[in-house]
């Protein structure tokens, strides 16, 4: 079976938890099909067999993001010829699996990493692109074969958001963690570096700086959490210079009134990352929409107890009492994180247990061999049926 994979991240490009998504899946799926990926980027000759990178066409340098990615999106489609079946990840790159579907006659399988009409932020970051991203996520995944969704929540909003796709259309594919990579590092360099009080706990966040992660509330959740917590941020990638300029008064803010606020902008390397939520006494997730979250799964593979909102697809990972604690996004929302924070760092025994039970949790129910499995199982559906 030959497939063609479509992503805008992939390595070493990766940003967001799609991105992340797309590189532990293409993985396992090239021991499965005859594998290509087509991301962005320019051609390296670091990347392996299969890997075919494209840029936006130059003749729209400086125009909306949106128009240049639909130019991604045709190159794309136009290098698929011989290809069995297509398989696109977010807006980004659906409509190349749209367009490579009609052109090529093939069947297009979609993932659903979040929904377009669920995220009217994205309108400060791209204007009047966003009609355009919101136009080409409907046309694609009203026309797909199969659309994927990453949790049972997200299958609810997809149908919910696009009345018109039938139920059957729509499969539930969990996001998945690698626990061989992703596992308790007790080295700690790296916190050493950061320059971090190894006597001291920390809460950990580790995400974009977007509405979507709800990082504003964080900052104003940990004002006032136990003093002797350290904060460390490793958020970065901005969507907007609003977005930007309002972390960075919240962050000084923050500094102002507390010791031990860590921000790391820059993209860490993983190992690092993985250090840092081995050693966290909680790691936090306080996105106002989440699918589902594949940083969760990373902290509980690292046997840290999570704090995170009761959205999307979070409560399928993070079992509340269990693995976790979550938290109702509501008019109580950052009292509420600052309240499960201290709770769990108040309590280093129940957190310990948490971590643990969360480590086996990732192992038991979320490995990418199953999820690369079932994906292939759905891809020889899907062809059948054509």
């Known amino acids: 079976m030959r497939v063609g994979l479509l992503t805008r991240e992939y390595p070493p490009d990766v940003y967001g938890g799609a991105g992340v998504h797309v590189e532990f899946l293409a993985r396992e799926l090239a021991a499965l099909v005859d594998l290509d990926v087509h991301c962005w980027g320019e051609a390296s000759g670091a990347d392996a067999p299969g890997v075919l990178r494209h840029r936006p066409w130059s003749g729209l340098d ?25 398989h696109s990840h977010t807006w980004y ?43 080409a996520e409907r046309t694609a995944i009203e026309s797909a074969d199969a659309v994927v969704a990453v949790s049972g929540a997200m299958r609810e909003d997809i149908l919910a958001c696009y009345p018109g796709l039938e139920k059957d259309r729509v ?19 790296a916190l050493d570096r950061i320059g971090l ?57 923050l500094s102002r009134v507390r010791a031990g606020v860590h921000w790391i902008p820059q993209m860490l390397p993983r190992p690092e990352v993985i250090q840092l939520l081995t050693h966290a006494a909680v790691f936090v997730c306080p996105s106002v929409y989440e699918p589902l979250g594949i940083v969760n799964l990373e902290a509980m593979a690292c046997g840290t107890p999570v704090v995170a909102s009761r959205t999307g697809g979070i409560p399928e990972v993070v079992a509340d009492g269990e693995t976790g604690v979550l938290v109702d996004v509501d008019d109580d929302f950052e009292a509420g994180l600052a309240r499960a ?12 247990r948490m971590g643990g039970a969360g480590r086996e949790r990732a192992v038991d129910e979320f490995g990418w061999d199953a999820v690369a499995r079932r994906t292939v199982r759905l891809y020889e559906e899907v062809l059948e049926q054509a």
């Open 62 to 86: 400086g125009a909306n993001d949106a128009l240049r990615t639909f130019s991604v999106d045709l190159a794309m489609a136009a290098a698929l010829a011989g290809r069995d079946l297509v």
């Open 171 to 189: 499969h539930v594919v969990h996001n998945g963690i690698d626990t061989r990579l992703y596992r308790p590092d007790p080295a700690t360099d």
């Open 197 to 253: 009080d190894r006597s001291r706990p920390y809460v950990l966040f580790v995400g974009r700086i977007t509405r979507q992660k709800g990082v504003p509330h964080l900052l104003r959740a940990v004002r006032d959490i136990d003093p002797a917590a350290q904060v460390v941020l490793c958020a970065g990638a901005p969507d907007t210079p609003e977005i930007d300029r309002e972390f960075r008064e919240l962050y000084q803010e």
């Open 341 to 352: 924070l201290d709770s769990v760092i108040g309590d280093p025994a129940t957190a310990r």
């Open 93 to 135: 790159a659906n409509l190349g699996g749209h367009l490579a579907k009609l052109l090529h006659g093939v069947p297009h399988v979609m993932t659903a990493h979040s929904l377009e009409p669920l995220r009217p932020w994205k309108a400060e970051q791209l204007g009047g692109g966003y009609a355009l991203s919101s136009w």
